[in-house]
């Protein structure tokens, strides 16, 4: 948002990428891809690219941090310097902290954290290709390495960000939408209960505009937790067929 | 954070519609507000609500623009949560607290285009005005986050612009011009807290301590949304949020009585 283009984009309902504008761009999601972790994914969401790692419940370090009733849970979130045009300077931004705690906050209601009290549960989420939505597929692969792990959950999380581009609204912002369109709306989701666990907004938008942004995003949350759990039973699969 | 014994007597309270200070569900405490009490900042504001008080500056410098935005000024917020606002707050570089509150604030401000930043140009690719926003809560008692947007709005709206010497290519910063800040939008920020399955604003610190969540709605003069934050561990419904959006609509209309 905030940046000019002259650039239109979107011609006779298509996008730049050929896309319509209900179409979300090719998701694929692969569970248990690092074997150190307790549990991990890689996910693909058109170019943005993600690796999600768990390890944990393990021991709290420092140790004033251990909670006495429930798990310490602690996301982190990381654009790999060579993942955007220009390079990011590695480490933790503002913008990367503040990206770091919504998605704490969004994993959170879906883990029964007082299943596991006096431990952490971390989760390293990197991006190392970003072409828009890098929050919201991070946290859709959390969901999944979580599940991996074999942390118990209410539901998985499945989240996706849209917004309006050239005065219309369209699902799952690519990067030129996300830089020079209208508005930006991320959200995660428990798609069983239709929970919402991270909602965040930036741009213009009217009231009924915002509200039918909602309801595409969630409408389209509800295929991505159809991959996330196909993902996981591939992951069973190949397990079976190791003999593991 | 969190007590079992205070969040169960808070939650039936609220359930029925009530609160310990005898507000109802969606009123704010007493609002004041002081202009400017801070001679040396550009603009300032001193906003009080209930016991909670924050202390906003504007600073306004002239520097480098970003190079994807050659001609616009630059637009910084930043909040420090000093420790002696709360026993809370320890000193320090800015933790994830601090750093998601400046940056919502930071957000209403940016998005709804409330500083016309093309206007604070001075010479394309070299220089340009570099607005900083500073917070500093004074006392936390809860709703950091409405209090301190109000404030950065008022603050912003009597920031005056420094001198600046064309010449010497320097800003004269002891030399106040009767220029104010070139703005174009108001926007309000409408925040609210989840306890069990009640939502109320202006959540005081014995309340917030508790809440299961909460979301920040930032609304313009034109009653559009140009921003919105979800925090914390609960979840919302979808008809909740639009209901909030509606609410929040509403509400910044009150609360623009209080912008000066």
Same mark, same amino acid.
Request: aromatic share 6%.
């Given at each position: 948002?905030?940046?000019?283009?002259?650039?239109?984009?979107?011609?006779?309902?298509?996008?730049?990428?050929?896309?319509?504008?209900?179409?979300?761009?090719?998701?694929?999601?692969?569970?248990?891809?690092?074997?150190?972790?307790?549990?991990?994914?890689?996910?693909?969401?058109?170019?943005?690219?993600?690796?999600?790692?768990?390890?944990?419940?393990?021991?709290?370090?420092?140790?004033?941090?251990?909670?006495?009733?429930?798990?310490?849970?602690?996301?982190?979130?990381?654009?790999?310097?060579?993942?955007?045009?220009?390079?990011?300077?590695?480490?933790?931004?503002?913008?990367?902290?503040?990206?770091?705690?919504?998605?704490?906050?969004?994993?959170?209601?879906?883990?029964?954290?007082?299943?596991?009290?006096?431990?952490?549960?971390?989760?390293?989420?990197?991006?190392?290709?970003?072409?828009?939505?890098?929050?919201?597929?991070?946290?859709?692969?959390?969901?999944?390495?979580? /599940? +991996?792990?074999? =942390?118990?959950?209410?539901?998985?999380?499945?989240? &996706?960000?849209?917004?309006?581009? $050239? *005065?219309? #609204?369209?699902?799952?912002?690519?990067?030129?939408?996300?830089?020079?369109?209208? /508005? +930006?709306?991320? =959200?995660?989701?428990?798609?069983?209960?239709?929970? &919402?666990?991270?909602?965040?907004? $930036? *741009?213009? #938008?009217?009231?009924?505009?915002?509200?039918?942004?909602?309801?595409?995003?969630?409408?389209?949350?509800?295929?991505?937790?159809?991959?996330?759990?196909?993902?996981?039973?591939?992951?069973?699969?190949?397990?079976?067929?190791?003999?593991? | 954070?969190?007590?079992?014994?205070?969040?169960?007597?808070?939650?039936?309270?609220?359930?029925?519609?009530?609160?310990?200070?005898?507000?109802?569900?969606?009123?704010?405490?007493?609002?004041?507000?002081?202009?400017?009490?801070?001679?040396?900042?550009?603009?300032?504001?001193?906003?009080?609500?209930?016991?909670?008080?924050?202390?906003?500056?504007?600073?306004?410098?002239?520097?480098?623009?970003?190079?994807?935005?050659?001609?616009?000024?630059?637009?910084?917020?930043?909040?420090?949560?000093?420790?002696?606002?709360?026993?809370?707050?320890?000193?320090?570089?800015?933790?994830?607290?601090?750093?998601?509150?400046?940056?919502?604030?930071?957000?209403?401000?940016?998005?709804?285009?409330?500083?016309?930043?093309?206007?604070?140009?001075?010479?394309?690719?070299?220089?340009?005005?570099?607005?900083?926003?500073?917070?500093?809560?004074?006392?936390?008692?809860?709703?950091?986050?409405?209090?301190?947007?109000?404030?950065?709005?008022?603050?912003?709206?009597?920031?005056?612009?420094?001198?600046?010497?064309?010449?010497?290519?320097?800003?004269?910063?002891?030399?106040?011009?009767?220029?104010?800040?070139?703005?174009?939008?108001?926007?309000?920020?409408?925040?609210?807290?989840?306890?069990?399955?009640?939502?109320?604003?202006?959540?005081?610190?014995?309340?917030?301590?508790?809440?299961?969540?909460?979301?920040?709605?930032?609304?313009?003069?034109?009653?559009?949304?140009?921003?919105?934050?979800?925090?914390?561990?609960?979840?919302?419904?979808?008809?909740?949020?639009?209901?909030?959006?509606?609410?929040?609509?509403?509400?910044?209309?009150?609360?623009?009585?209080?912008?000066?």
């Amino acid at each position: 948002m905030g940046g000019t283009s002259t650039e239109k984009l979107v011609i006779k309902n298509k996008r730049l990428d050929g896309r319509k504008l209900n179409e979300m761009r090719k998701l694929s999601i692969k569970a248990g891809i690092i074997p150190n972790a307790d549990g991990s994914a890689e996910l693909a969401l058109g170019e943005t690219k993600v690796i999600a790692a768990v390890y944990g419940p393990r021991e709290v370090l420092p140790k004033h941090l251990q909670k006495q009733d429930r798990a310490y849970l602690e996301c982190i979130y990381d654009m790999a310097s060579f993942s955007t045009p220009e390079r990011n300077r590695p480490g933790p931004s503002r913008r990367s902290v503040e990206i770091s705690k919504v998605i704490t906050e969004g994993l959170a209601p879906a883990i029964f954290l007082e299943k596991y009290p006096k431990t952490k549960i971390d989760i390293y989420l990197e991006i190392t290709n970003a072409n828009a939505g890098t929050r919201c597929a991070a946290m859709t692969a959390a969901a999944v390495a979580l /599940a +991996d792990a074999g =942390i118990e959950m209410r539901d998985l999380v499945a989240s &996706i960000a849209s917004g309006k581009v $050239d *005065g219309q #609204l369209a699902l799952d912002l690519a990067q030129k939408e996300d830089n020079f369109g209208e /508005a +930006d709306v991320p =959200i995660a989701v428990m798609p069983r209960t239709k929970e &919402i666990t991270l909602l965040q907004m $930036d *741009g213009d #938008l009217t009231k009924e505009e915002l509200q039918k942004i909602i309801q595409m995003n969630l409408k389209a949350c509800d295929e991505i937790y159809k991959v996330q759990k196909q993902a996981l039973k591939n992951s069973y699969k190949g397990a079976s067929k190791n003999g593991e | 954070m969190g007590n079992k014994v205070i969040k169960k007597y808070l939650t039936e309270l609220l359930s029925k519609d009530k609160r310990e200070d005898g507000r109802t569900l969606d009123s704010y405490r007493d609002i004041k507000i002081e202009v400017n009490p801070i001679i040396r900042a550009n603009g300032s504001a001193k906003v009080t609500i209930g016991k909670t008080e924050v202390l906003v500056g504007v600073k306004l410098d002239v520097g480098e623009p970003f190079p994807d935005t050659p001609n616009q000024g630059v637009l910084i917020s930043n909040a420090e949560l000093l420790p002696l606002a709360s026993p809370k707050f320890e000193s320090g570089p800015p933790r994830p607290p601090a750093i998601e509150l400046a940056r919502v604030v930071d957000r209403g401000i940016r998005e709804s285009k409330m500083i016309d930043l093309e206007k604070l140009c001075i010479k394309e690719k070299e220089k340009v005005w570099m607005v900083f926003i500073d917070i500093y809560p004074l006392n936390d008692d809860g709703n950091l986050f409405d209090a301190s947007a109000l404030g950065a709005l008022i603050a912003l709206k009597n920031a005056k612009m420094p001198k600046y010497d064309e010449k010497e290519e320097k800003v004269i910063y002891e030399e106040l011009t009767k220029e104010y800040l070139p703005l174009t939008e108001e926007p309000v920020l409408c925040t609210f807290y989840k306890i069990g399955s009640s939502i109320f604003l202006d959540a005081n610190k014995k309340e917030e301590n508790e809440i299961d969540c909460r979301i920040s709605i930032a609304v313009t003069k034109k009653n559009t949304i140009a921003a919105m934050q979800k925090g914390e561990f609960g979840t919302f419904t979808e008809k909740e949020i639009n209901s909030l959006i509606e609410k929040a609509i509403q509400k910044s209309k009150e609360l623009r009585k209080f912008i000066k």
